[in-house]
């Protein structure tokens, strides 16, 4: 992969690639848009077969933080990191110090917290070293539980298009990977009424779901399930060539990034009359719990939640926008996320005195 290239192809402000002979660690930070303000997007750990791959999700990453975080409101711009990594295996505290570090090298342009294979207490060791750092344990904690509950009022929205109400109960949820966002979105479907069935790579995690009222469906039969709503909730690239023509939902809405393989597959569930949440409007409640720290007096829970409430009208107005511009919803998103950027932008060309 052609790293300048590929940082022209999606927009991208900075790449950096950081490596500690030390501890081992291995990762790239993604800086996508710094128009709204500094860049905020957590650090995921994950055992990329390749470089090429790591990079490859990095600056997909980064650059759908630009637009989640545009879209929800917020006054930040988009970033990501990546350590290529197992997770359960392969973390020290001397990876983190060192990741630390590199995140104190960009003076603030970027901001992390944690993400899929990290953890609150990997960003306290991560504050030792740096203090652009958000979601410890002390302030808003682990953003899964929110953000679940931003995936929760974005289904309430697509089901309320599709069915005229957003009463979830009766309906039949496919929830695809159930860690801590998918756990924690299971409990609220199942709270709702509705019946979930779900699939993950680890047992453990799926019998988690089960002992709470879930139903397990094979990993290689999830996108085959007859259901009103399917979940991703694991990794990006789920909804591709292959696996729409398998899918039997009227819905999809979940937390994974870029569920899209490509923007065209966005298209490809329209034409087969499938509602669309994109990805970055329906997992936003993280990010704004996550952000609600930088607020002046820190952080509030409250504030926060409401703030996450939103996201009910916000993936409304997509529906709309795509409806009126006649346009699929993942493009009605961008839309909507850009005109953001492009107001902030042209207000920034007004000279202000130091």
Not at 90 to 107: I, N, T
Not at 166 to 195: F, P, Y
Request: overall charge negative.
């Amino acid at each position: 992969m052609k790293v300048l290239e590929s940082m022209a192809e999606y927009g991208h402000e900075q790449v950096v690639f950081c490596y500690d002979k030390t501890s081992g660690l291995k990762a790239i930070i993604g800086i996508h848009d710094t128009t709204l303000g500094p860049a905020l997007g957590g650090t995921r750990m994950w055992p990329y077969k390749t470089e090429e791959e790591a990079l490859f999700d990095v600056l997909r990453l980064s650059r759908g933080m630009t637009y989640k975080n545009s879209a929800m409101g917020l006054n930040i711009g988009g970033g990501k990191a990546v350590i290529i990594g197992d997770p359960r295996t392969d973390k020290s505290e001397e990876m983190f110090r060192a990741f630390g570090r590199f995140v104190h090298s960009l003076g603030g342009r970027y901001i992390t917290a944690e993400d899929v294979g990290t953890t609150t207490d990997d960003m306290a060791i991560i504050r030792t070293e740096t203090p652009h750092v958000k979601g410890l344990a002390d302030t808003s904690g682990d953003p899964s539980p929110v953000t679940a509950y931003g995936v929760f009022k974005a289904m309430q929205a697509a089901v309320f298009k599709i069915f005229g109400s957003d009463d979830l109960s009766g309906k039949t949820v496919t929830v695809q990977g159930v860690g801590a966002v998918g756990l924690a979105l299971v409990k609220r479907l199942i709270d709702a009424g509705a019946k979930v069935f779900v699939s993950d790579i680890f047992p453990d995690k799926v019998q988690e779901a089960v002992k709470i009222g879930a139903v397990s469906v094979p990993v290689d039969e999830v996108f085959d399930q007859e259901c009103d709503i399917f979940a991703p909730c694991a990794l990006g690239a789920v909804i591709n060539d292959e696996t729409v023509p398998r899918l039997k939902a009227s819905i999809v809405c979940g937390s994974a990034n870029n569920q899209l393989l490509e923007p065209r597959h966005g298209k490809v569930l329209a034409d087969k009359g499938i509602l669309y949440v994109p990805d970055f409007i329906a997992n936003g409640g993280g990010v704004i719990n996550v952000a609600d720290e930088v607020n002046v007096g820190g952080y509030n829970r409250e504030r926060a939640l409401k703030k996450v409430e939103g996201i009910y009208n916000t993936a409304l107005k997509v529906f709309k926008t795509a409806e009126e511009k006649g346009v699929g919803t993942h493009e009605a998103a961008d839309m909507v996320a850009e005109e953001r950027i492009a107001k902030a932008l042209a207000q920034k060309g007004m000279y202000l005195p130091k």
